[in-house]
Each structure stands twice: as C-alpha cells, then as structure tokens.
C-alpha cells in the first residue's frame, strides 16, 4: 500500500516534468493580489519547455562569432529541478557589434522565451492603458525609433506632457531611468506609465489594480502569466515581462564600430600599426557598405548606395575628423562616453532655462533625490542619453527644443544655455577663477558677453567651443555614423512571436 502510493507520487512528478506542488495535498485556491503572489509551480510551463534566453556579446568572442543572426534557436542539455537531464530549446540573442557586453539582467526576472513573449505582447497592448487607447508604444514606436517623435508627448486624453520621450533603445545599459533618474531598472521604471496621469491612467482607484483587472478577463492572458510566472497576472509580473522585452531592443553594429573593429583588425595583423582610427579605417568599411549593399549604413549617412562609392574615402576623411573632434576640442566624451556613449549621470546643460535662470521646475535630478540626499551639483541635472539612433529620435534633449543635431552642435558650440548650476564641464572653469580672483583683489573686471553671476556673486562663463562651420559638419556626420542597424525585427515587429 505504502510503496504503491510511493510510485505514484513519483509518477505524478515526472508527469508534471518536475512540478512538486501537484504532490502537496491541494489547498483552496488563494485570491491572487494584484501587486505581486508567491507562484504555484505547477501552473507553470513543464521545465523542459521553459526555454531560456541568453545574450552573446563579443567579450565571447568565439560564441559571438559562430552566429548569424540576432535571434538564434539551438538546443541545450539542461538539469531539471529533481535532477534529471533534458534537452530543451535555447534562444541566443547575438548583441550587436559596438555593444561590447551583455546588458545586466536582475537574478529575480531571468530571461526566458515565453516571458519575452509576454512582455511583447503588454508593450504593444492598449489593455494597460485607462482608456483603452495608449499603449508603451504609442510613444516608444518602433517605427519612431522607439520614440514618438514629438517635443513632449501627448497622454491619455491627448494632453500634452512635460517631456520628451527618451528612446527605449539600449536602455537596458542605463543606471538610471528617466531623465531624473527617478527608477534604477527596467522593472522599477515600467511600473510608472501606467499610473501616470499624463500617459496611461485617467485617474480613479488605483491605476495597476484597474490594469491588472483587465489582463484577468482576458483568458489568454491568464493563461500566459500563469505558463510564466505561476499565477495570475499582477503588477510585479507583468513589469518583469515588459522589462524582459525592452532588455532586446539594441541597437549597434554602426559605421563608428565597424570602423573601430577595422582598426583593431588591422593593429592585430601587423604590430607595426598603431593602434588609432585612421580615414583609412573608416573608408574602408564604407566601401564594403558599398559592396554589401547596406543602404541602412550609406543613407544614415547621406550616401546613394548606386552611385558614391567614389566618396568614400572623402567620406572617411570626414568621418576621422568627426571623431577626433569628438573626442577632442568639442569635448563630448566628457560626458558622451563607453558603448552606448553615456556617462550613465546627470548633468545641467541648461536646456530649459531662460535669461539665465533656470526655473525650480526644471531641477530634475535634484529633485528627484530623496530628502536627505540632496546634492546642489544636480540641481538641473538631466540624465545623459545615449547617442545610438539618433538619426529617429528627433527632436533633441529633454524639453525637445533642438529640431537637429546641427541645431544641439550649435547648442553646445555656444557653451550650452547658461544659468547658474551650469554644469562644470560645460564652463570655462578657468577663466572663472582668473576673474573671480580679479575681483576679490578689488580690480574691476567685467564678465564676457553670455556669462552670468551666480547669487552668491561669483561667475559662471560657458565654455564656447569656437567650431568652424567644416567641423560642425563633421561632427554631425559623427554622429550620423553612430546610428546602428536598425532593431531587429524579431524585436521590432510587433506581429513576430517565436514558434512555440
Ligand atoms: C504618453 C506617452 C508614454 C507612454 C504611453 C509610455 N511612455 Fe515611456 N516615457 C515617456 C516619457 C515622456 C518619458 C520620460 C519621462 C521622464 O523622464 O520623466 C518616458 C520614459 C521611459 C523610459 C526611460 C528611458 C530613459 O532613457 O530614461 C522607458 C524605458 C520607457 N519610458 C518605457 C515605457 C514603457 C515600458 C511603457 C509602457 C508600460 C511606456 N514607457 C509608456 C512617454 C511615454
Ligand atoms: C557636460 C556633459 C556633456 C557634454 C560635454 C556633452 N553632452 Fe551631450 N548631453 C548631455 C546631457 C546631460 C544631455 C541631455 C540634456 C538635456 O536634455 O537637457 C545631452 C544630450 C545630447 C544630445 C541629445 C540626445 C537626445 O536623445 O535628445 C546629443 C545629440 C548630444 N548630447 C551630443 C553631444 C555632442 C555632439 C557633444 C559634444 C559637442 C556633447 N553632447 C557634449 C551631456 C553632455
């Protein structure tokens, strides 16, 4: 009697491919909160078709290299949970060139094909919205560069934001999210438009028990959060899925890393090379640009893929010239730097402030630290986006007042828009302190045109670039030769779902 209730309980945990619960004498099934719920494994899917995702970047150079394209299926030997060995389906996502790491997945939200697919479907899904009307990607379009295109977005009942629309594009590699900071994941930050007044709730109750409600009458999704996570759908899973989502939306493989890996190329051939980007490099990926065809790269860069490849080598020269400006006398990298051309900080730029001043509405950052740690350095102190794409993102910083890149070049060129909490990076550091020394020696100085005082008396001068007009051009040709492949279509296309 004991052995064969025994063997049947070891039965039912093979049926179930490893769910335990199904063993346990059954309990009342629980109301499931809408917030978060200890899950049920055995409505989970069976182990072995819980396939993971996994990210290869080229740190892995072998692996990387083996793949072809961004989306890749194979199988995988894998220990189930009662220790037995299956094989089941693997899905490896090649991260694109430029990208020289893995972005970072929180150890609670692991990566796995049927989360991804769910998360897909929320982002795309008006069902989150009050109103039925608003989905993640009416304003971050895939076709928009994962943005909306607009200075400040238009909400739920068409009004207008405060602000710009940052693309989600490689925003899995952010510290911060938001241009405040104000979330630290994917997770923390896909929980805030939904209770948003200005984008997806029309306020009444509480914005998530009402979506969540929605996702419950829809047995589809039941069933989907039930596979995946084991219950029914709540707030916290259905952030996971949606975070597990926007983890996949990379962009890189742009002009710039082709010519860097050129260059790397070259310099591993022959130690004679130095290790420095030269025209040469740059042309050179061009010119097999040309060769494959790749209109994405020549267009992005205003090039007719038919008829130019005579101006590649110009082209390249430009392009050195971009970078080396870049890099250099423009100073970008003292913010725009690493992979995705981010410091992952804040800095005050002065996008916002008027006749100098810098209304309180505008201290972002600083606003956005918790009492207790406020820190009068970020006082306007706006996240550094990354540089990816931008050639989609139109228009620029986060008040959407630069219709351009030539327009942020001329930005930047005449020191930013100043205002008291200016950021030091953007000021002419030196010559404030020449002054202000000045005047503490009682000689009577007066500031250059476009500086200010701060009302504690002291000087704030921009740091004017002093470009030409060539090298304006240049550097917005630079920047042009960061824009990337386009995002994948297996990510981009909202219809495209993996085979089950
Ligand atoms: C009505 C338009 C709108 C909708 C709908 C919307 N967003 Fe946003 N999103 C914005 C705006 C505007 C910001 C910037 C807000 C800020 O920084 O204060 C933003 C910021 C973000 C960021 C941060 C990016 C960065 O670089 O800091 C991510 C990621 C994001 N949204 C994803 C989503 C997801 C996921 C959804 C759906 C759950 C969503 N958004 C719905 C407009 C929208
Ligand atoms: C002091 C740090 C700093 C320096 C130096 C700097 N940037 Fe920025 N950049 C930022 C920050 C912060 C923002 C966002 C500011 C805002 O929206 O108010 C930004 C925004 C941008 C944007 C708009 C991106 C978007 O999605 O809206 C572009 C383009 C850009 N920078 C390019 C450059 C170039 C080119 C240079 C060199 C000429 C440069 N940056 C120098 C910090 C910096």
């Known amino acids: 009697m004991i052995r064969s209730s025994r063997s049947s309980y070891v039965l039912a945990v093979v049926a179930l491919g490893g769910g335990i619960a199904a063993a346990q004498p059954p309990h009342p099934p629980a109301p499931v909160p809408h917030t978060a719920a200890v899950p049920n494994a055995a409505l989970k899917l069976p182990f072995k078709d819980d396939a993971r995702i996994e990210f290869v970047a080229a740190v892995n150079k072998a692996e990387w290299a083996k793949l072809t394209a961004f989306w890749n299926e194979a199988t995988e030997e894998a220990t189930d949970p009662v220790g037995g060995k299956v094989a089941r389906r693997v899905v490896r996502i090649k991260v694109p060139l430029g990208l020289s790491k893995a972005p970072d997945v929180p150890p609670e939200n692991p990566m796995t094909v049927a989360k991804w697919a769910l998360g897909k479907r929320l982002y795309y899904d008006k069902v989150l919205s009050a109103n039925g009307k608003v989905a993640c990607a009416t304003c971050h379009d895939p076709k928009k560069g994962f943005t909306d295109q607009l200075p400040v977005s238009l909400g739920i009942n068409d009004e207008k934001g405060g602000i710009n629309a940052p693309t989600v594009v490689n925003s899995a590699y952010h510290k911060f999210q938001f241009w405040d900071g104000r979330a630290t994941s994917l997770e923390d930050q896909s929980q805030g438009p939904v209770g948003n007044p200005k984008e997806m709730f029309a306020g009444g109750g509480d914005a998530w028990e009402g979506a969540v409600k929605r ?281 495209w779902f993996p085979k089950k």
């Open 215 to 495: 996702l419950r009458q829809s047995p589809e999704y039941v069933k989907q959060f039930e596979q995946v996570f084991g219950h029914a759908p709540t707030r916290d899973a259905a952030a996971k899925a949606i975070a597990a989502y926007e983890r996949t939306v990379l962009v890189g493989n742009s002009v710039y890393d082709r010519a860097e890996a050129a260059m790397k190329k070259r310099v591993a051939d022959d130690d004679a090379e130095e290790a420095k980007l030269k025209p040469a490099d740059f042309a050179k990926v061009l010119k097999q640009a040309f060769a494959a065809m790749d209109t994405n790269a020549l267009k992005s860069l205003g090039l007719d893929p038919d008829r130019d490849v005579a101006k590649a080598d110009a082209v390249g020269a430009k392009l050195a010239s971009g970078r080396a400006l870049f890099f250099g006398k423009a100073r970008c990298s003292n913010c725009h730097v690493g992979d995705n051309f981010t410091d992952l900080t804040f800095h005050n730029l002065g996008a916002g402030a008027k006749d100098g001043v810098l209304p309180e509405a505008e201290y972002a950052r600083f606003a956005a630290l918790p009492t207790g740690h406020k820190d009068p350095a970020m006082i306007g102190g706006q996240k550094t986006p990354g540089l990816r794409g931008l050639l989609d993102t139109a228009p620029y910083l986060h008040d959407g007042s630069e219709k351009t890149l030539e327009g942020v070049i001329d930005f930047y060129d005449r020191g930013g828009n100043v205002n008291e909490f200016l950021d030091p990076k953007m000021r002419d550091t030196e010559a404030e302190a020449k002054i202000a020394r000045a005047w503490a020696s009682g000689q009577k100085i007066s500031l250059p045109e476009g500086a200010i005082k701060t009302r504690d008396g002291s000087p704030v001068i921009p740091f004017k670039l002093n470009l030409t007009g060539d090298e304006k051009a240049d550097l917005v040709l630079f920047l042009k030769a960061l824009q990337g492949d386009p995002v994948d279509p297996t990510v981009a296309d909202p219809g």
